[in-house]
């Protein structure tokens, strides 16, 4: 089954994925492929999903400071998020889906789609 990827406007797909395809990757830009889809899965979901939306929130804010996000991904713990106050966190959730566009237009780029 293959399915369209959207991110920013519902009238451009980013790119078209095979459901169940596994992306495997230790690279920064590869680990964050795969964090670009998971959000637009999160996004694009019928069902509320915190949990994966904070660990995105948490893995994007270590990409952009440069940090490795092997290591970052494998110690990621949810509780992380203990004593952030919920309109930081709102904040935050702004500031990603800024990111998440603007990497989304690039990949797209780089990868060659229209």
């Given amino acids: 089954m293959v ?3 959207w ?13 169940g395809t ?5 690279s920064n830009d590869g680990i964050m492929s795969e964090y670009l889809v ?16 904070l660990e995105t929130l948490y893995i994007s804010e270590r ?3 440069g940090e490795d996000l092997k290591s970052v991904k494998d110690n990621y713990d949810h509780p992380v998020w203990n004593g952030v106050p919920a309109s930081e966190i709102d904040q935050r959730l702004v500031a990603l889906d800024t990111f998440m566009k603007e990497l989304a237009r690039n990949r797209a780029a780089m990868w060659g789609v229209n």
């Fill in 3 to 5: 399915s369209t990827l």
């Fill in 7 to 19: 991110i920013g406007d519902r009238n451009t797909p980013i790119f078209k994925f095979e459901k």
């Fill in 22 to 26: 596994a992306m495997v990757s230790t």
């Fill in 38 to 53: 998971k959000y637009a899965l999160v996004k694009t979901s019928e069902r509320e999903r915190p949990t994966e939306l």
């Fill in 63 to 65: 990409f952009q400071a």
